[in-house]
């Protein structure tokens, strides 16, 4: 099975991609780990993609779709694949379905975790990161530690991310709304389309999820 997987900041698209690639028996394909394994790996779109990070500029599309057909190429995608964060445009979209077509494939979905904006905003404001070890992660709201401001695990100093800050989600969420929102309306003229309401446990989220694919919906 071949699945994007869309959504706005703070839809749980990381947590919800690696329970369902687990349950389905497929990869999950993030940009993230992308340009990390590139970089790390010193290959030559890595080296590139270094290039204009280290700069300061955009990575363009190109090195971007470079790095996900290289890995969609690999013998554990044979059988499938769970695309998350990619494609994040127009563009991307259109060269997936090129390279797809190419291939003699096709996907089977595209599923849109659906969050109001005013639960992400809170969702990820609310978020407070330990210092000493940003795995340990609570929330002002959903979460909250013993004591404010401190991490129960191991007593560090909670803050929060210059990126969690209600201003700058916001403005996430502007970009998403231009560059990335305009290719679920593409895969619906597509009939690839599978709304999933996002909000519940994540559980709750993985069962409607697959669910929907395995309706064929």
């Given amino acids: 099975m071949r699945i994007v997987l869309v959504g706005p900041p703070g839809a749980g698209k990381g947590t919800q991609a690696a329970y369902l690639a687990k349950n389905l028996?497929?990869?999950h394909i993030s940009?993230?780990?992308?340009f990390r394994a590139n970089i790390s790996q010193g290959t030559p779109?890595?080296?590139?993609?270094?290039?204009?990070?280290?700069a300061g500029n955009l990575v363009p599309d190109s090195v971007t779709i470079g790095m996900a057909e290289d890995r969609m190429e690999q013998a554990d995608a044979?059988?499938?694949?769970?695309?998350?964060?990619?494609?994040?445009?127009?563009?991307?979209?259109?060269?997936?379905?090129?390279?797809?077509?190419?291939?003699?494939?096709?996907?089977?979905?595209v599923l849109d975790l659906?969050?109001?904006?005013?639960?992400?905003?809170?969702?990820?404001?609310?978020?407070?990161?330990?210092?000493?070890?940003?795995?340990?992660?609570?929330h002002a709201e959903y979460n909250k530690p013993k004591a404010e401001g401190v991490?129960?695990?191991?007593?560090?100093?909670?803050?929060?991310?210059?990126?969690?800050?209600?201003?700058?989600?916001?403005?996430?969420?502007e970009v998403y709304h231009t560059e990335t929102e305009p290719?679920?309306?593409?895969?619906k003229d597509q009939d690839?389309?599978?709304?999933?309401?996002?909000?519940?446990?994540?559980?709750?989220?993985?069962?409607?999820?697959?669910?929907?694919?395995?309706r064929g919906e």
């Avoid at 695990?153 to 996430?172: F, I, N, P």
């Fill in 25 to 27: 028996a497929i990869p």
């Fill in 31 to 34: 940009t993230g780990d992308l």
């Fill in 45 to 54: 779109l890595g080296v590139e993609a270094k290039s204009y990070m280290d």
């Fill in 78 to 109: 044979a059988e499938g694949f769970l695309l998350d964060g990619f494609p994040r445009n127009l563009g991307q979209a259109e060269a997936l379905d090129e390279y797809l077509k190419n291939s003699g494939l096709k996907l089977d979905a």
């Fill in 114 to 138: 659906e969050v109001p904006e005013e639960e992400v905003v809170k969702r990820i404001a609310g978020r407070r990161i330990c210092r000493n070890d940003s795995s340990h992660v609570f």
């Fill in 151 to 173: 991490c129960d695990v191991c007593g560090g100093e909670l803050y929060q991310r210059d990126d969690d800050r209600e201003a700058t989600v916001r403005k996430r969420l």
């Fill in 183 to 187: 290719i679920i309306d593409y895969y």
């Fill in 192 to 214: 690839l389309v599978v709304t999933i309401p996002a909000l519940g446990k994540v559980e709750e989220v993985t069962k409607r999820a697959m669910d929907a694919l395995q």
